[in-house]
């Protein structure tokens, strides 16, 4: 006995946010609503992004800072991340095909390894010209002007953050969390910018180009962090606690003798669930049925942040996956095998 349908429409809130949730009856698909705000979160921050880089990219060619263009590169390719979380926003919003079942969500997930690809390699970029200008020094003009832009970075990179941020968290997409975050230690990184150029100010020529090496060292902590964010999504890790709160949840609902098996997973911004339910021996498969539907709409009312549970009932006389193996046996001319 699998998915049953029902009518109230639940948000897929991220874990931990207490959001009412809506009684909107009808077809409202809330991951539309979700990936709708997403869309508009990285819309924004590409927009933000690109004139920052802008107004960085001029004062570059201007003074010739090697530590301005470290940062500038990280918010080029900070907007550059947009790009493939735009695309997997706009998947998300595709219905479900005969090819593609489960619809179009595990796009993000390509997405986010997409970032963290685009964030190592500004890191590698940067690191490599810091170097390069402290084995050959060159003199840096326009102290001031350098140290004005690395305020706007700093300006551009922390409005995106908070975007990114909240509604990343809103609508649970780990990767725009990971992101906000990369932009955040962005913003800090442009302060590091304005050190340098101080320094340089103050008649110490090799603090741009240290700066540089510093940023690229900061890039390459922000990759680790949202790798292994990113990867455990992608091999579907959630966090145990979850599991612990479904079993919760389910041991208070009328009907249910045992839960036997419980799998979760995420799908995007989404996460999903299949619970195994042992229900008394006696009941008629209707009413099996009726305590299926009751244990889906506990586990949405109560735990906001699944957007989807799929219930299997057994009797309490053969609960658990260990009952659902065919014993040995013969058919259609194959060797004896089970199932």
């Not at 340098?196 to 741009?208: C, E, S, T």
């Amino acid at each position: 006995m699998t998915h049953h349908d029902h009518d109230h429409s639940h948000g897929s809130h991220h874990h931990g946010h207490d959001q009412g949730h809506g009684h909107t009856h009808g077809t409202v698909d809330p991951a539309l609503l979700s990936t709708a705000q997403g869309i508009s979160a990285v819309k924004w921050s590409l927009v933000l992004l690109a004139i920052t880089a802008a107004i960085q990219i001029v004062v570059v060619v201007l003074t010739g800072s090697v530590a301005l263009l470290a940062d500038t590169v990280h918010n080029v390719g900070d907007a550059l991340t947009a790009v493939p979380l735009w695309i997997a926003f706009s998947f998300a919003r595709r219905t479900p095909t005969k090819r593609y079942t489960y619809g179009f969500g595990r796009v993000e997930d390509l997405a986010g390894i997409a970032v963290v690809l685009t964030i190592l390699f500004s890191a590698l970029f940067a690191g490599y010209e810091s170097v390069l200008r402290i084995m050959h020094p060159q003199t840096m003009s326009h102290v001031l002007v350098v140290a004005a832009a690395a305020l706007v970075g700093f300006t551009g990179n922390e409005a995106v953050a908070q975007l990114r941020i909240r509604t990343g968290r809103r609508i649970a997409s780990v990767a725009l969390v990971a992101d906000g975050h990369h932009a955040r230690i962005d913003g800090f990184t442009s302060l590091a910018v304005l050190a340098g150029a101080l320094g340089v100010g103050l008649g110490f020529p090799l603090a741009d180009p240290i700066v540089g090496l510093l940023i690229a060292l900061a890039i390459l902590r922000i990759v680790w962090q949202s790798a292994r964010s990113v990867f455990s999504r992608a091999i579907d890790g959630v966090d145990p606690e979850v599991v612990d709160e479904i079993h919760q949840a389910l041991e208070r609902t009328p009907g249910v003798v045992e839960v036997t098996e419980t799998r979760v997973r995420w799908l995007g911004h989404r996460m999903l669930a299949d619970v195994n339910v042992a229900v008394p021996s006696n009941l008629s498969v209707e009413q099996g049925h009726a305590v299926a539907v009751e244990v889906r709409h506990q586990l949405l009312h109560q735990l906001e942040y699944l957007s989807d549970a799929t219930v299997h009932v057994d009797p309490d006389t053969a609960s658990g996956q260990a009952h659902h193996r065919i014993p040995e046996h013969r058919h259609d001319d194959l060797p004896v095998h089970s199932h």
